[in-house]
């Protein structure tokens, strides 16, 4: 009756036969949650590693990954992975550093000048000490972060080419302080909402604008609902991909390696394919409807550091820590 069931199920829901159609012979059944749609680059190299572990693990271990918040908000999943209710959880390290501080050294505002200087340190020693962090909270990162991108700012009010700009502005911003002191030290009104209620906030005017990546733009359809896009590049954003450590330990020695290998290459491909699309989204964009320009980055940053934001951060981040940036990054106070 069950087989029957969920086979009736799958053929009025055709998206649920693919579901269906793996897994449910697994010995080991994981859950992996994301807030980003399985259109996006992440999701959909996420579900293709999970597709080779199920093959080459001969059926023993299946990763269901679950896109666009389906489990929750980003503070639920993080509850769910944490008490092991769900296995892995693939969020932004700006959002994780509510609970770890050190994941937000990636996204301090205009520190990075490129993705070359980026994945250095995301790749060295940086990104190993907000690993070292993660795991001191039983969260074991995969080996190589996924990235969500440098972000950009859109509005609808307003098209933004100076700090001043941004003055009186309201506009969304994740969960985290980092966002939160930056925009107040522009002078903006931001308000912290989750990923699934911005298009509605945008569209009924809650807030006039938002801060994303454009891949983030372009698969949330924020493009819809909003009219100026103004590439500020302000903050480095990536996905760490986190596992339950409790779940991990129990697996099997060679589908934990097996696990850790395949969703490094599923980094690598995720990076290859935003790399692409940073070339490629403007030009989208733009024939999207939104009206694109390219501010003076160096005004924001002279900004920010007139404000005290980058001396709040290194004394809210330890020396030692700020040391690390600065070696990959430069002075930044
Ligand atoms: O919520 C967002 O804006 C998103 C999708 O970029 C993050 O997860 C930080």
Redesign the pocket.
């Known amino acids: 009756l069950n087989r029957r069931a969920m086979l009736a199920g799958a053929l009025a829901a055709p998206g649920a036969l693919a579901a269906c159609g793996k897994g449910p012979d697994a010995e080991i059944v994981w859950r992996l949650g994301t807030?980003?749609p399985i259109t996006h680059p992440l999701s959909a190299r996420m579900k293709e590693a999970a597709g080779r572990i199920y093959e080459q693990s001969g059926h023993r271990l299946f990763i269901e990954v679950y896109p666009s918040a389906q489990l929750g908000t980003?503070a639920d999943m993080l509850a769910q992975v944490r008490a092991g209710a769900i296995q892995m959880l693939s969020?932004?390290g700006?959002?994780m550093s509510i609970l770890v501080p050190q994941t937000a050294l990636s996204g301090i505002g205009f520190a990075f000048q490129d993705r070359t200087q980026l994945f250095n340190a995301m790749d060295g020693t940086l990104g190993t000490k907000i690993k070292d962090a993660l795991a001191g909270h039983h969260l074991i990162a995969t080996p190589k972060v996924f990235e969500?991108g440098f972000?950009q700012i859109t509005t609808s009010s307003r098209p933004i080419n100076s700090p001043a700009d941004l003055r009186g502005m309201k506009i969304?911003?994740?969960?985290?302080s980092l966002w939160t002191s930056m925009f107040r030290s522009f002078g903006a009104a931001p308000t912290s909402i989750?990923?699934s209620e911005?298009y509605s906030a945008l569209q009924t005017r809650v807030v006039e604008g938002?801060?994303?990546?454009l891949a983030?733009v372009d698969t949330?359809k924020l493009y819809e609902v909003q009219r100026y896009c103004a590439l500020t590049n302000h903050m480095w954003?990536g996905?760490w991909l986190l596992q339950n450590e409790k779940a991990l330990n129990k697996l099997p020695g060679d589908l934990r390696d097996l696990v850790q290998i395949e969703f490094a290459n599923a980094a690598d491909l995720q990076r290859a394919d935003l790399a692409v699309l940073a070339e490629t989204l403007p030009q989208k964009m733009q024939a999207e409807g939104l009206t694109l320009n390219t501010p003076d980055r160096e005004l924001f940053r002279q900004h920010l550091r007139n404000e005290g934001f980058y001396s709040h951060w290194r004394s809210e981040l330890g020396e030692d820590s700020w040391r690390v940036l600065e070696n990959y990054v430069g002075a930044l106070a």
């Open positions: 807030n980003l980003d969020i932004s700006l959002i969500s972000r969304r911003v994740p969960l985290g989750n990923f911005v938002q801060e994303n990546p983030v949330g954003d996905f």
